[in-house]
């Protein structure tokens, strides 16, 4: 007999990440939700409250760093977690091992989500002394492998971390993003549109805001694009270099706005550095610019590599190399039908393949081979 799925409680653990985060509440919970699910995130916040339907039950906000966080927070949220008498948890912290395996040992059905690979980031935080980050590194990985061993189920967001973990208990739920975006085809011509290259993000080094603009002096003096998003340093010497000429810089964008802005541009552009961060992640970014099927321009990397050659839905070029950078956006900007092309079949890809709703599937078959 087949367990009607409202009956069973599903509760989503986290003392880190904010409570609207993408994957884990309008992905995940969500989607966990309208498949019939009893849903729900422990996370900090003061008080109970709701995010796009989906209930988040506060433990109050952490105030008092990392480690307050990872002591006193995790030990409410645990208490707050058996309060609730869910049938399955699923925790989202590497810090939340220790909670996940107490609730594993107390007989509960737990799901270990691992967003990156911790160990090797452990590696490239500047904030740990180089002298202990390996040893550190070495118990991080002693952790999960742990962590492994005893719960239930093992989410990751890439392949690539997938293996570190046992294959029969290891699933991989990419993030990547819902149809709706891409479901509209955008017919207004590339030539007519208002920005030739388009960057919405973070402002900052490594996520290559010099190259960028060093790129754009090597572009003729009349094509200018869009940047939106926030400087995490003066942004004076930025705005001094030439190819800041050619940038409309917006500051920061409401969602609809990002659309709109995706919608009137030729180009994308992503040349994030090859940090830990960035290699083994993949870019929301890059996903929704082949939604909006705009063609782009991205760093290199392995992962990424491999699904811009999969769909031939753009250019990936080494992050510092800015004449490559400026002459991969000059090539779609020279050819408006090789853009509208490529821009199509990055759509079509996001439709047919790279989508939340495929993934999630996964993650579907996933739950109720638990229950």
Wanted: include cysteine; proline fraction near 5%.
């Amino acid at each position: 007999m087949t367990r009607d799925l409202s009956s069973v409680k599903v509760r989503h653990l986290s003392t880190v990440h904010n409570i609207g985060d993408t994957r884990i509440v309008h992905k995940e919970l969500k989607s966990l939700q309208d498949a019939g699910f009893d849903v729900a995130l422990i996370a900090c916040h003061d008080g109970d409250t709701s995010v796009a339907g989906v209930p988040v039950l506060g433990i109050g906000e952490a105030t008092g760093g990392r480690g307050y966080r990872m002591s006193v927070k995790a030990l409410q949220l645990f208490r707050r977690a058996l309060r609730e008498r869910a049938d399955i948890y699923h925790f989202h912290d590497p810090e939340l091992m220790p909670v996940g395996i107490a609730l594993r040992l107390l007989g509960k059905k737990v799901i270990y989500d691992v967003h990156e690979d911790v160990p090797k980031q452990i590696l490239h935080k500047f904030w740990i002394s180089p002298l202990i980050r390996r040893p550190i590194a070495f118990l991080a990985r002693t952790a999960e492998a742990l962590t492994a061993s005893l719960v239930n189920g093992v989410v990751t967001a890439t392949p690539s971390i997938a293996e570190k973990f046992p294959r029969h208990k290891t699933i991989v739920c990419q993030n990547f993003p819902e149809k709706g975006l891409a479901l509209e085809r955008n017919t207004k011509p590339f030539s007519e549109r208002r920005s030739a290259f388009i960057y919405i993000g973070g402002l900052t080094a490594h996520q290559g805001i010099t190259e960028m603009v060093t790129a754009f002096a090597e572009l003729p003096d009349e094509v200018t694009g869009l940047f939106a998003g926030v400087f995490d340093e003066d942004p004076a010497p930025i705005e001094a270099m030439p190819g800041w000429a050619h940038v409309n810089y917006v500051g920061r964008l409401t969602r609809p706005e990002v659309v709109d802005a995706l919608r009137d541009s030729q180009v994308g552009i992503v040349i994030d550095h090859p940090i830990t961060n960035y290699v083994d992640a993949y870019s929301t970014k890059m996903f929704e610019y082949m939604a909006c099927g705009i063609p782009f321009v991205a760093s290199d990397f392995p992962l990424w590599v491999g699904i811009v050659d999969d769909a031939s839905c753009g250019t990936t070029v080494d992050p510092y190399d800015t004449k490559a950078v400026a002459s991969a956006i000059s090539a779609y900007l020279d050819d408006p039908e090789l853009a509208a092309a490529t821009g199509e079949r990055g759509r079509q890809a996001i439709l047919n393949k790279f989508n939340w709703s495929i993934e999630f599937e996964k993650l579907l078959q996933h739950y109720k081979g638990l229950i």
